[in-house]
């Protein structure tokens, strides 16, 4: 499997469900971003790690809990969300260090009732 | 204050004619990167070409250029002999943070290209 890949594609959950998104990317990239692209409205970053470590937190309510075990692999875990959560979230990779592109995922496309 | 500007929220071309999707920026470090993403109907963010603001030629890569004038603080995307694959939305981004920070995305609101027959 290449590239950057996102499960689920689809989620609908409830206001008081827990839910986590899975982001994986096969790049061997160091750097791994959640964006949320919210209808009419231009993609917003949420989260950015460098190695594991979070280095930007864009004033994501505390709803929105990312992880990052390994350099491969970032979580962002759901609880108590709104309807107003409902968006693509998107994950993106990239060499930390490096003006390059981030590679994106297919997202996953979350409704929240 | 919103740093990417697309003005077009929609445009419409013919099959092999060539587009410009128009894209503003602003920004008060002369070190930053612009670039263009295509996100078809299925969700992916595709990159399509990338531009320095050093750089001293424009971008090029295939069919798409990047039509970069540092004074007027505009990059916008010309996509020649357009194909009805090129459908898209369109998403011009500019590079903020550093290196240690990592290089996070601001992104314009997308301009909805249609490629007719």
């Known amino acids: 499997e290449t590239g950057v890949t996102q499960t689920p594609r689809h989620l609908v959950m409830g206001m008081t469900n827990k839910k986590s998104l899975k982001c994986e990317q096969h790049?061997?990239?160091?750097?791994m971003y959640w964006y949320k692209q919210s209808a009419k409205k231009p993609l917003e970053l949420m989260f950015v790690?460098?190695?594991?470590?979070?280095?930007e937190n864009n004033s994501v309510p505390s709803r929105f809990s990312p992880e990052c075990p390994n350099s491969s692999h970032l979580f962002l875990h759901l609880h108590t969300l709104q309807p107003e959560d409902s968006a693509l979230y998107l994950c993106?990779?990239?060499?930390?260090?490096?003006?390059?592109?981030?590679?994106f995922g297919p997202g996953t496309r979350l409704t929240v009732t | 204050a919103q740093k990417i500007t697309q003005t077009q929220p929609g445009m419409f071309v013919q099959e092999k004619e060539a587009v410009t999707l128009d894209c503003t920026y602003d920004?008060?470090?002369?070190?930053?990167?612009l670039f263009w993403y295509k996100q078809p109907s299925s969700g992916e963010m595709i990159f399509l070409i990338y531009?320095?603001?050093?750089?001293?030629q424009n971008a090029t890569e295939g069919r798409y250029s990047l039509n970069f004038q540092k004074a007027r603080k505009s990059a916008n995307l010309v996509i020649s002999a357009s194909q009805l694959g090129d459908s898209a939305m369109y998403f011009c981004?500019?590079?903020?943070?550093?290196?240690?920070?990592?290089?996070?995305?601001?992104f314009g609101k997308g301009t909805s290209l249609l490629v007719t027959p």
């Open positions: 993106a990779s990239s060499n930390r260090g490096r003006e390059v592109e981030q590679y």
């Open positions: 790049l061997g990239h160091n750097a």
């Open positions: 790690y460098n190695f594991k470590e979070q280095t």
């Open positions: 920004t008060s470090d002369p070190s930053y990167g």
């Open positions: 531009q320095g603001s050093y750089d001293q």
């Open positions: 981004a500019m590079r903020e943070g550093n290196s240690n920070s990592g290089y996070a995305l601001n």
